[in-house]
């Protein structure tokens, strides 16, 4: 909205300058061209409202037969009426600013901006107006969103990355101003063009940045979500889990296990029920954990002893107790469950275990890798702190190098039949339903991947458009004093590149950035950076620039400059 505003005043600027040398005031000439932008945007909005109405009925025509869930299409007035109101609050939040610009440069200004571009700040009203209605659009996109949380997220990165890509767009142009002078004229030209007055530097960076920041995240977290959950996960995980073994005959069970195949690896543990009741004094219904701690509350958890630190945790914090220690009741805590509920090393934890309340001194903090599927529990107690208590097991079974469907139907029929109250999971269904769900989710961020490289092609073809107006003054000046049209070529495509080589280390940066904290603090999974995509994203929007730059160029160099010089 912004360059196509900046563009249409620029191809305007004569208009706006004979309005106010015969006396049109500047508020005149901000209402008339104010009024324009929201009547065209309203004209824009109709055929989106028209196919965003049409699109369900469309889909349940076409895949209603395949599709998991029915859907019953109809149209909402008042969603559309959301999504005309949010077009509409868009258009005139980016319009606002060039608008607001037109009011105060003189006549004088207008006529000469040709060269010597005037950068004042719009009036402090039109600063203001569009802060109130960025505002307005930042909380409507919150609002409707379906997770506020990650649409808050969202619309704050994306201002970040708008404040940061204007401080990257002036310093190259400030890098380019005090770059040495070349001897060769096509490099002197492409570095004048990216600092002279008009230069496209500031749209380009923007326009691209933006797009590509938000392509590199999708892509990132696209391929992070397929390493995780359909490389990775399926290799290290168990292929069974046996709950509920009692533990009368927990030592019958290995040995059942082992005979039946020796090359697989068993691992059992004790385990218990019990639900946290109160963290250091406090009771559970007063804790306020943040979102990701909160599911240790929620009804029972799973809770075991031993006296080893049990496989798939690192101790972070203080020590563990030694070998058949047999002094107060201890316990080792995860450790990010342990910040969210306030817990430090020697606070107390009550947890009701078969109705009765026991109380355990926090002895050390553990790092739990709960992504390799093995057994672990948040809580983990000293040995004798249940001795006497009835209780059962549970068990892992992970075959080295992998099994085939028909061993494990055998052994799970074998175990049905010896041991008929275990309950069996076989954790290779439960991947195929996780990886069937990923693959589903890794379509749908490809489709907004495409999604955002379009639209991010489209802006940048804007804002290359926005400034042609400067592009065919310069080539018809420049042919006139015996320019050649190969070697202006020569030096756009040049300047592209490095605004497009400048824009794409950022983009890359900001996007590898965005998408580990996704990965990480919003999924709680580990973060790998995939070179090859993320490279190839950024030629793309390389090339791209320096493709529909040159294209609109070609449109400049075509220009005669008898009749343009006639028309300056």
Known sequence: MAN???????????????????????????????????????????PGLAIGAALPFLIAWTFGAVLPLPIAPALHPGDLALALLYGLLTAAAFALWPLGRAHDVPVSALFRD??????????????????????????????????????????????????????????????????PRSRSPIIRLAIANIHRPGALAPSVVLSLGLGLAVLV???????????????????????FYFVDIPAADAETFDAFIRSRVPRAAL???????????????????????????????????????????????????????????QGPPLVSFEKRIADGLGLKLGDAVTVNVL????????????????????????????????????????????????????????LLRAVADAFPTVTILRVRDALDAVGQIVSNLVLA????????????VLVLGGALA?????????????????????RLLSAYALEYLALGLATA?????????????????????????????????????????????????FTALGQKPAAVLRNL
Not at 466 to 479: F, Q, S
Not at 516 to 537: D, E, K
Request: contains cysteine; aromatic residues 6%.
């Open 355 to 410: 109705g009765r309340n026991l109380t355990a001194t926090v002895a050390n903090l553990r790092a739990v890798d709960w992504q390799n599927l093995g057994i672990n529990f948040v809580m983990v107690f000293s040995p004798a702190t249940f001795r006497g208590a009835p209780h059962s097991h549970i068990a892992t079974l992970t075959y080295p190098g992998g099994s085939t469907t028909d061993e494990e139907v055998a």
């Open 267 to 325: 691992e059992r543990v004790p385990m218990l029920r019990g639900r946290i009741v109160a963290a250091n004094g406090v009771p559970a219904e007063d804790l306020r954990p943040p979102p990701d701690a909160t599911w240790a509350l929620q009804s029972d958890r799973g809770i075991t002893y031993g006296d080893n630190i049990p496989a798939g945790s690192r101790l972070v914090e203080g020590e563990w107790w030694q070998p058949h220690y």
């Open 114 to 179: 040709e060269v010597a571009s005037d950068l004042r700040w719009p009036r402090r009203r039109y600063i203001v107006a569009t802060v109130l209605l960025g505002c307005m659009l930042a909380m409507l996109a919150v609002e409707l969103a379906y997770d506020r949380r990650i649409a808050a997220m969202f619309v704050a990165a994306a201002a970040a990355v708008f404040v940061l890509l204007r401080l990257v767009a002036a310093l190259i142009i400030l890098t380019a101003r005090r770059l």
């Open 217 to 239: 995240t999708v892509i990132a977290v696209d391929s992070n979500l397929r390493r995780q959950f359909l490389a990775a996960l399926p290799d290290k995980a168990p292929s």
């Open 466 to 486: 926005a400034g042609h107006r400067h592009r065919v003054y310069d080539a018809v000046i420049l042919k006139t004093v015996g320019a050649t049209r190969m």
């Open 505 to 553: 280390v950022f983009g890359i940066a900001a996007g590898s950035a965005a998408a580990a904290f996704v990965i990480v603090r919003v999924m709680n999974l580990s973060f790998a950076w995939p070179p090859g995509p993320l490279l190839a994203a950024a030629a793309g929007a390389v090339a791209a620039t320096v493709v529909l730059g040159l294209i609109g160029t």
């Open 445 to 456: 961020i490809r489709g907004a991947s495409v999604l955002t490289l379009l639209v991010a």
């Open 4 to 46: 196509a505003v900046k563009g249409h005043l620029d191809r305007r600027r004569e208009v706006i300058a004979t309005l106010k040398a015969l006396g049109a005031t500047g508020a005149r000439v901000f209402g008339i061209y104010l009024t324009q932008v929201l009547v065209l945007a309203g004209l824009g909005a109709l």
